[in-house]
């Protein structure tokens, strides 16, 4: 079992940015890839980024690359996003999730954390 706390949310605005971070529990959680979602309001949560369990590997959504990093350190049970040029349309719950790469890049992780909000004034 992986259990996963987001925190780094708030109020930012246009052009700013936010570092998101996830903080994960559970002795296996370096052998699990894990990624981010997000969620504003009256749509369907969306991929925005993953990243393999030893950090090599990285995949992102096409409207945050170049603009938003994600990392991991294992040996701290943490995984982060890093968010610049931000702008209204990255307002949204951001959601952190863990589980097989594969799932992870189809949106089907089976670990989720509660979500943290992020609002983007323009």
């Known amino acids: 079992q992986v259990r996963l706390v987001e925190s780094g949310g708030g109020l930012v605005q246009a052009g700013g940015s936010l570092r998101l971070s996830c903080a994960a529990s559970?002795?296996?959680?370096?052998?699990?890839?894990s990624g981010w979602f997000r969620q504003a309001p009256g749509k369907e949560r969306e991929f925005v980024a993953a990243?393999?369990?030893?950090?090599?590997?990285?995949r992102y959504a096409e409207s945050v690359k170049g603009r938003f990093t994600i990392s991991r350190d294992n040996a701290k049970n943490t995984v982060w996003l890093q968010m610049s040029s931000l702008n209204a349309e990255d307002t949204a719950v951001y959601f952190c999730?863990?589980?097989?790469?594969?799932?992870?890049?189809?949106?089907?992780?089976?670990?989720w954390g509660q979500g943290t909000q992020v609002t983007v004034s323009s």
């Open positions: 559970g002795r296996t959680f370096s052998s699990y890839a």
């Open positions: 990243i393999s369990w030893s950090g090599t590997i990285t």
């Open positions: 999730a863990a589980d097989t790469y594969l799932t992870v890049v189809t949106g089907t992780p089976n670990y």
